[in-house]
């Protein structure tokens, strides 16, 4: 059975929000603060407090290879942790968008181990979306879909549209168009709005929107 006993920490300057590729870990125990920082490299302190009652022992260690922590060694009792990030900036031969790295808080008798989650900004996403219009008797057709997303992004992209006729929206694997499929058009000239959103590893939305037109049937 897991100690009674937790670290706590001192975040009440810390905004909880939410930062492109995320890295999945199994996460043990609780989060202990989520902090947010910017692309560019540095680093911040979290003060943390340990249980009076008890007499523990506990470090920081970085899981992720861009975080570092000033110090690893084994301590005992509160003590401001020093938590260093890497760039995430883009350059010419990647496009670094936002992403999520992790410290994990051990105890030395392996009861516990908490989290520290850190969100780095990164590139910011832009999306553009060309209008089309189609014949009554066509079933699908190709929008332009002009973006600076990554095919890693796909995860955080979300196709939809708001009529029912739209049956479904794909995104291709060459990046620059979607594959849009409907039901043909029996009546009047009909419209419908497609719409792409994109959450990065910030929880911060890129969207952009684009108009279906199918012509009415001509007797």
């Keep these: 059975m897991r100690k009674t006993y937790l670290l706590s920490m001192i975040v009440a300057l810390l905004a909880i929000c939410g930062c492109t590729k995320v890295e999945v870990i199994d996460l043990q125990g609780q989060v202990l603060a989520v902090k947010t920082v910017e692309k560019s490299a540095g680093e911040f302190q979290l003060p943390i407090t340990v249980n009076s009652e008890n ?77 089309v219009a189609v014949e009554a008797s066509e079933t699908e057709c190709k929008v332009v879909f002009d973006s600076n997303l990554t095919d890693d992004c796909r995860l955080g992209l979300t196709l939809s549209a708001d009529s029912e006729w739209v049956e479904s929206i794909e995104y291709l694997g060459n990046g620059t168009e979607l594959l849009v499929k409907f039901s043909a058009n029996e009546g009047e000239e009909r419209q419908a709005t497609l719409t792409a959103r994109f959450v990065d590893a910030c929880n911060e939305e890129t969207s952009a929107t684009c108009v279906l037109t199918q012509k009415a049937v001509v007797e």
Excluded at 81 to 99: C, K, L, P, Q, W
Excluded at 109 to 118: M, R
């Design 55 to 131: 007499d523990l022992v506990w470090r920081a260690r970085p899981i992720s290879s861009w975080l570092h922590v000033k110090d690893e060694t084994w301590k005992k009792g509160p003590y401001n942790v020093t938590i260093g990030y890497d760039s995430n900036e883009s350059s010419m031969y990647s496009r670094n968008f936002a992403r999520v790295g992790y410290v994990a808080i051990d105890t030395y008798d392996g009861f516990v181990t908490d989290t520290i989650i850190v969100k780095q900004r990164g590139l910011k996403p832009y999306m553009n979306m060309a209008n």
